[in-house]
């Protein structure tokens, strides 16, 4: 019996996300491991990731990404964001960071996909977030990031994808 717990909690700390959804604070103290901070862009990453995720209906690890970053974003912050929320990863040649770059206008662009094929979801950030992301960076700390963009409008629009 002790060894049945033992192995379900350790299958519990390697896969916190099959086995329940992240708190903000763990999200938070996850973005910042893998992006070394948490401001507002990688928020706005997850809660791109995490909408694909419903609006496909998928389970980590079963969507690809194609991101487009533009001049007008600092680093690709935002494709930081979507792979930890949806397992993507470049080593797994699910995520993809595309040479051509986002159109005028916007920051980025993230082209979601089940894996398997089929119909997407193209996310715009338009350049126009930015203002709202520069002053939630400026005046919040990191929980208060989280919270504000989890909570804002108008950061990003969906479209379809064939």
Same mark, same amino acid.
């Given at each position: 019996?002790?060894?049945?717990?033992?192995?379900?909690? +350790?299958?519990?700390?390697? +896969? #916190?996300?099959?086995?329940?959804?992240?708190?903000?604070?763990?999200?938070?103290?996850? &973005?910042?491991? +893998?992006?070394? &901070?948490?401001?507002?862009?990688? #928020?706005?990453? *997850?809660? *791109? &990731?995490?909408?694909?995720?419903?609006?496909?209906?998928?389970?980590?690890?079963?969507?690809t990404v194609t991101y487009y970053d533009s001049s007008a974003s600092p680093c690709a912050c935002f494709a930081d964001g979507i792979a930890i929320a949806t397992f993507a990863s470049p080593g797994q040649r699910t995520l993809t960071i595309a040479p051509d770059k986002a159109p005028d206008g916007f920051v980025? +662009?993230?082209? *979601?996909? #089940?894996?398997? &094929?089929?119909?997407g979801l193209k996310y715009t950030i338009p350049v126009s977030a930015l203002a709202t992301l520069g002053s939630v960076n400026a005046k919040l700390d990191a929980r208060g990031r989280y919270d504000a963009v989890m909570a804002a409008d108008g950061l990003f629009q969906v479209d379809p994808v064939e």
């Open positions: 019996m002790i060894k049945l717990r033992c192995i379900l909690l +350790v299958l519990a700390l390697a +896969v #916190p996300a099959l086995a329940q959804a992240e708190t903000p604070d763990e999200w938070i103290a996850l &973005g910042t491991r +893998v992006h070394g &901070g948490f401001g507002a862009f990688i #928020p706005l990453g *997850i809660r *791109i &990731g995490l909408d694909a995720m419903e609006r496909l209906n998928a389970h980590p690890r079963e969507l980025a +662009v993230a082209i *979601i996909r #089940p894996r398997k &094929g089929g119909a």
